[in-house]
């Protein structure tokens, strides 16, 4: 079914054509008809599958000018929240709503000046709910509620939050609700919130005949002087390379920039202001390469991400699965690197039979060139020699 056949409203259809929209995604396919009928959703769909559009275009549809605040959309974080918000703006290009996002980590004054003229509302769970606490915002016209990477809510400790929210909401709206995964708390919450929601599961945008995955059997000491090496080896467009804590996000982020490699890190410890600065530089091409923890990744849609790079091992097989869906997208090729330690490797082997990931391979290690790369600490040379297959 196409834009047109769904009967959306003609300023949505003329700015989805101004944008070069031409076919909408599994998502959007599946769920826009739906959601203009007005049933409730659960969408399950990974992060950059035209969410925004399959709840913003109903959204926009019904909205009337100067009816207050219509809908209320909840985000895990300020980026996606932001995000979001950009989107939305320019697919009411032509209907001219107010789109206001409320967030944590900036001044609230201007938030509450927004608030007063908003006609969709975009925020993080604490900061809505603060902004409920202090009575400067009016939900009681909310039409439409929406809960955006369900999942990532909860692992972020905003189930509670959220639940305050939800009572603070009209009981007679529509509510969509969209989740890469569905575990028992947001299996819960569904059912005590929702109305006979309809399900929607898509597959995966991810192409496994496109995506190439390696791993390499390395010292600890000898990771860094790898990464730097692939990193010249590979030359990636963009690259993300995922760490597990902000201490060693900073410190990689550093190594690869003194050996002339445009990276960034990106993790919770930053201001506002430089995450979203590291974001549009990341955006825009002027640094190819994101270091970042799972958290600070949550929820940001990155499109064109050619390598993947697992610096350090993640601590479950759901997040490995989250991190490489972020490459080989829509028929694109990708390719995921993981450094393997000794101690990596019966984690490993355990994401693997979890999720039913395919054969990856083994690469031999490279001969890097005697000079180590620059950085602060010292290391011992040599390889892990054991070969295991995956």
């Given at each position: 079914m196409s834009f047109t056949e769904m009967q959306l409203d003609e300023g949505i259809l003329k700015a989805l054509n101004d944008l070069s929209f031409k076919d909408p995604t599994e998502i959007q396919?599946?769920?826009?008809?739906?959601i203009l009928k007005g049933h409730d959703v659960i969408g399950q769909s990974m992060t950059g599958s035209g969410k925004?559009?399959?709840?913003?275009?109903?959204?926009?549809?019904?909205?009337?000018?100067?009816?207050?605040?219509q809908a209320l959309i909840?985000?895990?974080?300020?980026?996606?929240?932001?995000?979001?918000?950009?989107?939305l703006e320019k697919f009411s290009k032509y209907k001219r709503s107010r789109v206001v996002t409320v967030f944590g980590g900036v001044s609230i004054e201007p938030q509450i000046a927004g608030l007063g003229r908003a006609d969709i509302v975009v925020g993080t769970p604490g900061r809505i709910l603060d902004h409920i606490q202090r009575r400067t915002i009016d939900l009681r016209h909310v039409k439409t509620l929406v809960l955006d990477e369900a999942d990532r809510m909860l692992d972020m400790g905003f189930i509670d939050d959220i639940r305050d929210i939800l009572k603070n909401v009209p009981r007679e709206r529509q509510t969509l609700l969209f989740s890469a995964t569905m575990p028992p708390v947001i299996e819960n919450l569904a059912h005590r919130f929702m109305k006979d929601p309809i399900r929607i599961r898509t597959q995966s945008l991810v192409s496994k005949t496109k995506m190439k995955q390696y791993y390499y059997d390395v010292l600890e000491g000898d990771k860094l002087s790898l990464l730097v090496h692939l990193m010249k080896k590979e030359k990636p467009e963009l690259a993300i390379v995922f760490c597990n804590t902000k201490r060693e996000t900073d410190f990689v982020a550093q190594v690869l920039e003194r050996n002339e490699v445009e990276a960034r890190a990106i993790h919770g410890d930053l201001s506002q202001a430089a995450r979203m600065q590291v974001l549009e530089s990341?955006?825009?091409?002027?640094?190819?390469?994101?270091?970042?923890?799972?958290v600070a990744a949550r929820g940001l849609d990155i499109k064109n991400v050619t390598h993947i790079f697992n610096y350090d091992l993640p601590n479950d097989a759901e997040n490995y699965t989250h991190r490489i869906g972020r490459t080989a997208?829509?028929?694109?090729?990708g390719k995921v690197l993981s450094l393997l330690c000794s101690n990596d490797h019966e984690a490993f082997r355990r994401i693997i039979r979890t999720h039913d990931i395919e054969k990856i391979v083994e690469k031999d290690y490279p001969k890097i060139r005697a000079e180590r790369p620059h950085y602060r600490r010292s290391f011992s040379g040599g390889r892990f020699g054991s070969r295991r297959r995956y």
């Amino acid at each position: 079914m196409s834009f047109t056949e769904m009967q959306l409203d003609e300023g949505i259809l003329k700015a989805l054509n101004d944008l070069s929209f031409k076919d909408p995604t599994e998502i959007q396919a599946k769920t826009i008809t739906l959601i203009l009928k007005g049933h409730d959703v659960i969408g399950q769909s990974m992060t950059g599958s035209g969410k925004t559009l399959a709840f913003g275009a109903p959204i926009l549809h019904h909205f009337q000018q100067g009816r207050g605040i219509q809908a209320l959309i909840i985000a895990p974080t300020r980026e996606l929240a932001n995000q979001i918000a950009q989107e939305l703006e320019k697919f009411s290009k032509y209907k001219r709503s107010r789109v206001v996002t409320v967030f944590g980590g900036v001044s609230i004054e201007p938030q509450i000046a927004g608030l007063g003229r908003a006609d969709i509302v975009v925020g993080t769970p604490g900061r809505i709910l603060d902004h409920i606490q202090r009575r400067t915002i009016d939900l009681r016209h909310v039409k439409t509620l929406v809960l955006d990477e369900a999942d990532r809510m909860l692992d972020m400790g905003f189930i509670d939050d959220i639940r305050d929210i939800l009572k603070n909401v009209p009981r007679e709206r529509q509510t969509l609700l969209f989740s890469a995964t569905m575990p028992p708390v947001i299996e819960n919450l569904a059912h005590r919130f929702m109305k006979d929601p309809i399900r929607i599961r898509t597959q995966s945008l991810v192409s496994k005949t496109k995506m190439k995955q390696y791993y390499y059997d390395v010292l600890e000491g000898d990771k860094l002087s790898l990464l730097v090496h692939l990193m010249k080896k590979e030359k990636p467009e963009l690259a993300i390379v995922f760490c597990n804590t902000k201490r060693e996000t900073d410190f990689v982020a550093q190594v690869l920039e003194r050996n002339e490699v445009e990276a960034r890190a990106i993790h919770g410890d930053l201001s506002q202001a430089a995450r979203m600065q590291v974001l549009e530089s990341f955006h825009r091409g002027k640094i190819h390469v994101l270091v970042a923890t799972d958290v600070a990744a949550r929820g940001l849609d990155i499109k064109n991400v050619t390598h993947i790079f697992n610096y350090d091992l993640p601590n479950d097989a759901e997040n490995y699965t989250h991190r490489i869906g972020r490459t080989a997208r829509i028929g694109k090729e990708g390719k995921v690197l993981s450094l393997l330690c000794s101690n990596d490797h019966e984690a490993f082997r355990r994401i693997i039979r979890t999720h039913d990931i395919e054969k990856i391979v083994e690469k031999d290690y490279p001969k890097i060139r005697a000079e180590r790369p620059h950085y602060r600490r010292s290391f011992s040379g040599g390889r892990f020699g054991s070969r295991r297959r995956y």
